[in-house]
T-cell receptor, first 110, second 113 residues
Framework: GENVEQHPSTLSVQEGDSAVIKCTYS??????FPWYKQELGKRPQLIID?????GEKKDQRIAVTLNKTAKHFSLHITETQPEDSAVYFC?????????FGTGTSLTVIP | KAGVTQTPRYLIKTRGQQVTLSCSPI?????VSWYQQTPGQGLQFLFE???????NKGNFPGRFSGRQFSNSRSEMNVSTLELGDSALYLC????????????FGNGTRLTVT
């Protein structure tokens, strides 16, 4: 089955700096790669996603890149703000079976 | 549109008991999946239902089961509870099983003592 690895597990950045979270996947059949943000005590919420026919997608301060050949995808957050502090999960899916990374706890220091 | 609703929010059970968790998906969503979230393991896939049929199952023992009703509502059952079953159980719905974004509920926090 699919195996998704996510790094780093914790990340601290100064407000205004950029943050990058990386994930790798094992199953080349995976074709949909969402990113979820989970604030403390709240539900995971989709922040951006990318499909396998696209190499990069951007939404304001958030961008995701996908390298199908190397089987890795990354989340980039620019101009970080304290409200970006949360746990971020990447996922890889084929059909509706999603495999999640173990999460990255991001702390933005004011 | 109302979001995904999970009940109850909190449950405390003792070892050996069984428990049933409920999930009502977003109106119009026919795919419902369940995940177990623990601090060290992240989100682990339990199973997915579409049109009352279990389409996929994760690597969990047979004590974990589920079902989906004709109105797309889903229930998850855990029998013979073990201490290690303590976790946040998240339900997610999506319009179809074709790789659409998952919409999560707030979860049911299960504590087994």
């Amino acid at each position: 089955g699919e195996n998704v690895e996510q790094h780093p597990s914790t990340l601290s950045v100064q407000e205004g700096d950029s943050a990058v979270i990386k994930c790798t996947y094992s199953d080349s059949a995976s074709n949909y790669f969402p990113w979820y943000k989970q604030e403390l005590g709240k539900r995971p919420q989709l922040i951006i996603d990318i499909r396998s026919n696209v190499g990069e997608k951007k939404d304001q301060r958030i961008a995701v890149t996908l390298n199908k050949t190397a089987k890795h995808f990354s989340l980039h957050i620019t101009e970080t703000q304290p409200e970006d502090s949360a746990v971020y999960f990447c996922a890889a899916s084929y059909g509706n079976q999603f495999y999640f990374g173990t999460g990255t706890s991001l702390t933005v220091i004011p | 549109k109302a979001g995904v609703t999970q009940t109850p929010r909190y449950l405390i059970k003792t070892r050996g008991q069984q428990v049933t968790l409920s999930c009502s998906p977003i109106s119009g969503h026919r795919s419902v999946s369940w995940y177990q979230q623990t601090p060290g393991q992240g989100l682990q896939f339990l199973f997915e239902y579409f049109s009352e049929t279990q389409r996929n199952k994760g690597n969990f023992p047979g004590r974990f089961s589920g079902r989906q009703f004709s109105n797309s509502r889903s229930e998850m059952n855990v029998s013979t509870l073990e201490l290690g079953d303590s976790a946040l159980y998240l339900c997610a719905s999506s319009p179809d099983p074709g790789g659409s974004p998952l919409h999560f509920g707030n979860g049911t926090r299960l504590t087994v003592t």
